[in-house]
Structures are given as C-alpha cells and as structure tokens.
C-alpha cells in the first residue's frame, strides 16, 4: 500500500512566522504535489515536482515556496505565515498511469 | 475559469437508493477522468477513474459514465450505504497540461440517511 505521511495533523503559527510542512512517500513517485483546501473552494495546487529539485507553480503559488532535495520528500514552506493561509494542506503523489494521485492526511493550519 | 464543474454542493439520499453525482467540464484536452472520496480531517481517496475513450467504468457500486459530446461525466452508487457520506470531489487531467496536473472540482457533499 502507498503511504504518505505529513509532519503534522494540526499546526497553530503566528502570522510573520516561517512554516515547514512535511510530506514523504514510500513508493518512489516520481511526482509529487501540495494543495490547499478550502470551503467551497475545493483542492487547489499549490506547487508540484515531477523530480527531484524540480518544481513547477501550480494555481495559488503566492506566499508559498518548495524544496525537494530528495525524491520521497516534498516540502511546502511559508515563508511569512498569514492569517489567510489558515486552511487544510494536502500532499500527494502520483504514478504515471493511471494519474491515481494518493494523498496523505492533510494538515490543517491555524494562522493567528 | 472553472475547468471542472460540481454544480452541486450538496446531496443527500436514503439508504438504498442510488446517489448520482454530476461533473461537467470544459476544455476538450481532458484525457482522464477520476473521482476522490474525502471524509473530514482525512485527506482524499481515489474510488474511480475513466478514460476519455470509453464511456462506462464499473467497480463494485460504483460506475462513472462519460459522455464527451455533452462534456460531462457522472458518478453513480448503487445502493448507497451510510459510510458513503462524505465530499466527493471529480478531477481531470489535462493531456496537453504538466505530467499529472489535475484539476479538481469544488466537490458535492452527500449525505447518506438511514
């Protein structure tokens, strides 16, 4: 079974803070991704990575930056942590065929 | 613009009978089509995928139809069950887009009753 993991279930910042969140996966995906989910809203990109140190914008990438250094991990940071990034952030990743993206638990982050 | 379309935020059904949830979309490139179960505080689960070449999928109780003409897609389940009650979100990809990129639509809440 794929498994991905993120560092945390629940993280309370303050705003202006800097925030790492965590997501790692054991089943060599070559592609990984990070998304936000907000009430009626639904699942927006962020960022991905279709290899490692690769990265690619996705549709909400303000405020927000990367990092893959190694190909199970895949990093979102906040650089200046605000109180409208508060939301629910989902990592995942993906096989080729057939796009079966396989998510981790989420995060869900209050900005105060 | 909306390239994935969820028109119903909310749905609900008895215990039984079967629940339909619609997807319209807009650009002709989507090459595959899939659907994800989300329950709350749990991230999403793929349930389903289809091909832009055929236009029926079945696994179990739940079928996705397809039909390209009218760009919309559908997720039936039959008999729908309590533990069915979650947000389900429909998702395509785009052929000619980044290896992999889906986009997401804003999800139908349904709501199974006993």
């Known amino acids: 079974d794929v498994k991905v993991t993120q560092s945390s279930r629940y993280l309370v910042k303050r705003t202006g803070e800097k925030v790492f969140l965590e997501c790692v996966q054991d089943?060599?995906?070559?592609?990984m991704f990070w998304y936000r989910q907000d009430p009626g809203l639904g699942l927006r990109l962020i960022y991905f990575s279709y290899d490692v140190k690769m990265k690619e914008k996705g549709d909400i990438p303000e405020g927000y930056s990367v990092s893959r250094e190694k190909k199970e991990r895949f990093s979102l940071i906040l650089e200046s942590a605000s109180t409208n990034q508060t939301s629910m952030y989902l990592c995942?990743?993906?096989?080729?065929?057939?796009?079966?993206?396989?998510f981790g638990p989420g995060t869900r982050l209050t900005v105060t | 613009d909306q390239q994935v379309k969820q028109n119903s935020p909310s749905l609900s059904v008895q215990e039984g009978r079967i629940s339909i949830l619609n997807c319209d979309y807009t650009n002709s490139m989507f090459d595959y089509f899939l659907w994800y179960k989300k329950y709350p505080a749990e991230g999403p689960t793929f349930l389903i995928s289809i091909s832009s070449i055929k236009d029926k999928n079945e696994d179990g109780r739940f079928t996705v139809f397809l039909n390209k003409s009218a760009k919309h897609l559908s997720l039936h389940i039959v008999p729908s069950q309590p533990g069915d009650s979650a947000v389900y979100f429909c998702?395509?990809?785009?052929?000619?887009?980044?290896?992999?990129?889906?986009?997401f639509g804003k999800g139908t809440k349904l709501s199974v009753k006993p």
């Open positions: 089943m060599d995906h070559e592609n």
């Open positions: 995942a990743s993906m096989r080729s065929l057939p796009y079966e993206q396989y």
């Open positions: 998702a395509a990809r785009n052929y000619g887009g980044s290896q992999g990129n889906l986009i």
